[in-house]
T-cell receptor, first 114, second 115 residues
């Protein structure tokens, strides 16, 4: 079974631009979560989607948004990029959204904002 | 506030020796506990999780973790380290009756295995 895939793997943008990242979950998984990983802040939760509905949202500004499609694929968008948005963005999928679920992570998209 | 602590930023072990990566947590109730490993330029890979039952949990790549409720700890262990075990290890905790995304990660411990 294929794992979680994320595209693109690497991105370089400039301040003020916007970016869209894509995540395809493991087949059959309906929950997708997004995390931002930086050396200083560690892993921070962005948002979670389940069956096309946003279930939870972390403490990020409105410039960060996401959506999930009917095939469970998810996208996240960051508008008006800032230097501090440079990070590894990780997507994780799980079968459902319960407390015993194991999340499986993709390889991440490394975003560099210049 | 709920939190996870990995008190060691780095752990250095000689190949063939046993290794321990420490994790303690401060989460109310009986949370679920996880360990993930991250290799350079890769995402997190699931190693093992504790849900209930036996306090010793066996996972991937020969790793195991010991749950200690009284000490609120969930230390990761391996009897004999390999150079290929060198990576960044994250302990994570999820409160019971929460959603999948309500997972709290520790700051990570870099494990370095010398030949």
């Amino acid at each position: 079974k294929a794992g979680v895939t994320q595209t693109p793997r690497y991105l370089i943008k400039t301040r003020g631009q916007q970016v869209t990242l894509s995540c395809s979950p493991i087949s059959g998984h309906r929950s997708v979560s997004w995390y931002q990983q930086t050396p200083g802040q560690g892993l921070q939760f962005l948002f979670e989607y389940f069956s096309e509905t946003q279930r939870n949202k972390g403490n990020f500004p409105g410039r960060f948004s996401g959506r999930q499609f009917s095939n469970s694929r998810s996208e996240m968008n960051v508008s008006t990029l800032e230097l501090g948005d440079s990070a590894l963005y990780l997507c994780a999928s799980s079968l459902a959204t319960g407390d015993q679920e194991t999340q499986y992570f993709g390889p991440g998209t490394r975003l560099l904002v210049l | 506030a709920q939190s996870v602590a990995q008190p060691e930023d780095q752990v250095n072990v000689a190949e063939g020796n046993p290794l321990t990566v420490k994790c303690t947590y401060s989460v109310s109730g009986n949370p679920y506990l996880f360990w993930y490993v991250q290799y350079p330029n890769r995402g997190l890979q699931f190693l093992l999780k504790y849900i209930t039952g036996d306090n010793l949990v066996k996972g991937s790549y020969g790793f195991e973790a010991e749950f200690n409720k009284s000490q609120t700890s969930f230390h990761l262990k391996k009897p004999s380290a390999l150079v290929s075990d060198s990576a960044l290890y994250f302990c994570a905790v999820r409160p019971r009756y929460s959603s999948a995304s309500k997972i709290i990660f520790g700051s990570g411990t870099r494990l370095s295995i010398r030949p």
